[in-house]
């Protein structure tokens, strides 16, 4: 139930900038022969971006948008596109609120 929240609300934002923090897997950058003492934990990530998509499983969000000078938004690519399991969301909010300056 707090999974169908989170989503509902995420998708009243959609084509806003927010702030999503995250826990990701994690892994230590020498793989090989890891000791007990050297056992890595998850990751918490705050990522920030624009919020393209709010789906059942997951969210998209992109952290630039690149349009034509003159040009239409409907024309728009995206860059640093992430894609984020919506049960890795641990909160999230807007990072400016709409018609702000």
Do not use: F
């Not at 793989?31 to 919020?51: M, T």
């Amino acid at each position: 139930m707090a999974g169908e929240t989170i989503r509902s609300r995420l998708e009243d934002a959609l084509g806003e900038m927010v702030v999503i923090r995250w826990i990701d897997s994690a892994e230590p950058s020498d793989n090989a022969d890891v000791e007990s003492h050297e056992l890595p934990r998850p990751q918490d990530i705050e990522q920030y971006g624009i919020l393209l998509r709010a789906a059942p499983d997951h969210i998209v969000v992109a952290g630039a948008v690149k349009t034509e000078a003159g040009g239409s938004d409907e024309n728009a690519t995206y860059d640093y596109v992430i894609a984020i399991p919506t049960v890795a969301v641990l909160q999230w909010s807007l990072l400016s609120p709409t018609g702000g300056g």
